[in-house]
């Protein structure tokens, strides 16, 4: 299974973003889906993550600017970003717990994808 992200740039503060991430593989099912995000010299932090039913949590510092949401069809994750602030700055990774196909399918595995690069300029 890999998990390919896409949408990190360059912006300004106060534009918007979105950050998108495939699964692919012999995959069963996902569970929970999520981005975290490492800024320079800090430690990672969970962003969002949303259940398989779609219910969604956020870290407090980006409720009511951020939105996530999944496709479960497509095994996709994406993030919508807006009013971002030079202190969203860093890499972000998508993360997915799944359920491989075969014999072993009821047990979910972590996954995290490669990580994408999000700058916010003052």
């Known amino acids: 299974v890999q998990l390919q992200a896409s949408g990190g740039g360059l912006v300004q503060a106060g534009e918007s973003l979105r950050l998108s991430c495939a699964a692919s593989?012999?995959?069963?099912?996902?569970?929970?889906m999520g981005w975290y995000r490492q800024a320079p010299g800090k430690q990672r932090e969970l962003v969002a993550t949303?259940?398989?039913?779609?219910?969604?949590n956020y870290a407090g510092s980006v409720k009511g600017r951020f939105t996530i949401s999944r496709d479960n069809a497509k095994n996709t994750v994406s993030l919508q970003m807006t009013s971002l602030k030079p202190e969203d700055t860093g890499v972000y990774y998508c993360y997915m717990k799944i359920q491989l196909l075969g014999w072993n399918y009821l047990t979910p595995y972590d996954y995290w994808g490669q990580g994408t690069l999000v700058t916010v300029s003052s």
């Open positions: 593989g012999r995959i069963f099912s996902v569970n929970d």
């Open positions: 949303i259940t398989h039913s779609d219910s969604p």
